[in-house]
């Protein structure tokens, strides 16, 4: 756990490049709290309390430190189609990235789901497939 810790420290470092102009929707939020309730399945209430406050400490000072924006949309705001295919999180980011950017400049979602990432393409939105980005960057080394 410490090493995909201090992998995800290092990769959230590299963002500040993007200071200011980087986003999501509280539903990430929630799904990321999701991820962390799987991650402390079978260890002692010591280490989950401490792994949460880890955690929730990298996340909270990432954020503040590239002034990251969180936004939500409303489910009725959503097209019910991409609803029911991907569900909230990825409905809410698809909608996020239809919506004008206050610092201008492109939007571009960065996702690791084939299905998100083909119906960004479909709606004349900008995305990246995060798994090929990582190949990338594995190939700078």
Known sequence: ???RLSWTRKTLRGSLAHEGRLGTSFHVIGEMYGFLRKAEDGLP?????????????????????????????AVV????????????VDAGLLELAKEPVERGGPVVVLTADTRLFQLCGQHGVRAEYVPDRLEEFRQMR
Do not use: H
């Not at 705001?77 to 909230?88: A, K, N, R, T, Y």
């Open 1 to 3: 756990m410490r090493s």
């Open 77 to 88: 705001d959503m097209l019910e189609e991409i609803l029911v295919q991907l569900g909230p």
């Open 45 to 73: 209430t010591n280490a989950r309390a401490d792994l949460k406050r880890r955690f929730w400490q990298l996340v909270r000072s990432t954020f503040r430190n590239l002034r990251m924006t969180e936004r939500a949309v």
